[in-house]
């Protein structure tokens, strides 16, 4: 029905998590109406992804070796945030109640593997850097309570203050999708873990 290129392009965006083939069809046929400049600048940003890599020490996304919330200087650095994915950190900075540092863990505990999962890298740090404080901030999803719990055992004999988000989350829910509210309330009424 499409020409191959058409096709192709609708292939690809209908591979990106939560966009269907009708979604997909229509964000290409929005970039067809646009015309060559709009297009070679959006081409220009797909390109500069390759610039894009992990944080060399929190794992968040950055085009330099490490990403800006790392070399803030003004960033409580006693205090680290754990987080499952980059995305969760965006909301939390957003509602402005979090000054220290983060650490990505890249995903969460499935099905007791965390071989996959930065907790090695995280425990580094925090032998290293001077924390005394952690907040776990994985998702209140069954595979983010396991990781949680595994976190803890990893980080008991540390003998640094931990807690996690509760109040204002609810059990099932993802922390890139609360507002700023919510996760002001959930990291200022936070748990000793």
């Known amino acids: 029905m499409y020409p191959k290129s058409f096709q192709k392009l609708i292939e690809q965006f209908s591979s990106l998590p939560g966009i269907g083939p009708k979604m997909a069809e229509?964000?290409?046929?929005?970039l067809f109406k646009k015309d060559q400049d709009k297009l070679d600048t959006f081409a220009q940003?797909?390109?500069?992804?390759?610039?894009?890599?992990?944080?060399?020490?929190?794992?968040?996304?950055?085009?330099?070796?490490?990403?800006?919330?790392?070399t803030n200087t003004t960033r409580n650095r006693s205090k680290l945030c754990i987080v499952e994915e980059p995305l969760d950190i965006i909301p939390l900075e957003r509602s402005r109640a979090f000054d220290g540092l983060y650490h990505v863990l890249g995903g969460t505990i499935k099905k007791r593997d965390s071989s996959k999962l930065t907790t090695d890298k995280l425990l580094q740090r925090i032998e290293t850097e001077p924390i005394t404080e952690i907040i776990i901030a994985t998702n209140f999803t069954t595979e983010g309570d396991m990781t949680a719990m595994h976190l803890k055992q990893k980080l008991a004999p540390f003998k640094i203050k931990i807690s996690r988000l509760v109040r204002g989350l609810a059990t099932g829910s993802d922390i890139e999708y609360a507002d700023d509210m919510t996760i002001r309330s959930a990291l200022t009424n936070r748990e000793t873990f």
Do not use: E, G, M
Request: with cysteine; hydrophobic share 40%.
């Open 26 to 30: 229509r964000l290409v046929l929005s």
């Open 45 to 70: 940003a797909l390109t500069n992804l390759h610039d894009i890599k992990p944080c060399a020490k929190c794992f968040n996304i950055t085009q330099d070796n490490l990403c800006t919330i790392c």
